[in-house]
C-alpha cells in the first residue's frame, strides 16, 4: 500500500536508484552455463525465424526429388555410359548394384542432412532406417527399381516403333535413347511410387493399431 498525503491522495512510491540497476544474477548465470543438456530442444524451423538473408525457402519435397534425380542421372553418366555394356542382364545388375550403394551412402545421407525436421526426409526414402541391413536391402531395392525403368525404355521404344510401322525394331536405333536427364527422371518416377504406396500402407496400418488401441 503506498503513503497517502494529508488530503488523501497517494504518494508516489520512492525511486530506489539501487533497485533499478540490480543485475539480474541469476539470468546471467543461467546464460553463461547453457548447453544442449540443461537446455530446451529448439526447432530449426524456430531458428530460421532468427537467421539473417533471404527468407524464401525451397520446399523440402524438390530438395528431396532432386537429389534422388540428380544422382541417378550421374550413375547414367558415370557407368551405364562408361562401361559401354550391351548385354541386358549385366546393365540390370550392375547398374542396379551401383545405384544401391550410391542411395545407401550417398542419397539418404544427402537428404538426412538437408531436412527441414529430424526425420523429415524418412517419408521420402524407401528405407528410412540406418543400419547394416539396409545396404543390402537398398541394393536389392534399385535392382528391381531399374529393372523396370529398363522395361519401361523398351515398351517406349516398342510403342514408337509400332506407330511408325517398323516391324524388326532391332533393324533401327532406338527412338528414346538413355540419356542422364531422362534416365534419373524415370528413376524418380518408379522411385517415388513405391515410397507413396509404402507411405499409404504405414498410415493404414498406424491407423488400424490406433483403433484396436481403443
Known sequence: MSKKDKKGAPQEEQFKPAEYYELKTKAVD???????????????????????????KI??????????WWFAGC??????WGLGLRNGLDIIV???IVLGMV?????????RFLESEPGSSAKYMM???KGYYSFPVNILYS?????LEYKLYEKINMAINELKGVTDPTTVAPELGVEPLI????????????????????????????????
Open 30 to 56: 543461467d546464460l553463461v552455463s547453457a548447453n544442449k543438456e540443461n537446455s530446451p530442444p529448439v526447432s530449426k524451423k524456430e531458428i530460421n525465424k532468427y537467421k539473417s538473408g533471404l527468407k524464401f
Open 59 to 68: 520446399p523440402e519435397w524438390i530438395k528431396m526429388c532432386f537429389i534422388k
Open 75 to 80: 550413375v547414367c553418366f558415370f557407368f551405364l
Open 94 to 96: 550392375i547398374v542396379g
Open 103 to 111: 542411395n545407401d551412402l550417398l542419397v539418404n545421407n544427402a537428404m
Open 127 to 129: 528405407f528410412p532406417k
Open 143 to 147: 535392382v528391381l527399381v531399374f529393372f
Open 183 to 214: 534416365f534419373g527422371l524415370f528413376y524418380l518416377a518408379i522411385d517415388m511410387l513405391f515410397v507413396m504406396m509404402k507411405n499409404v500402407f504405414v498410415k493404414i496400418l498406424d491407423d488400424a493399431k490406433k483403433k484396436a488401441a481403443r
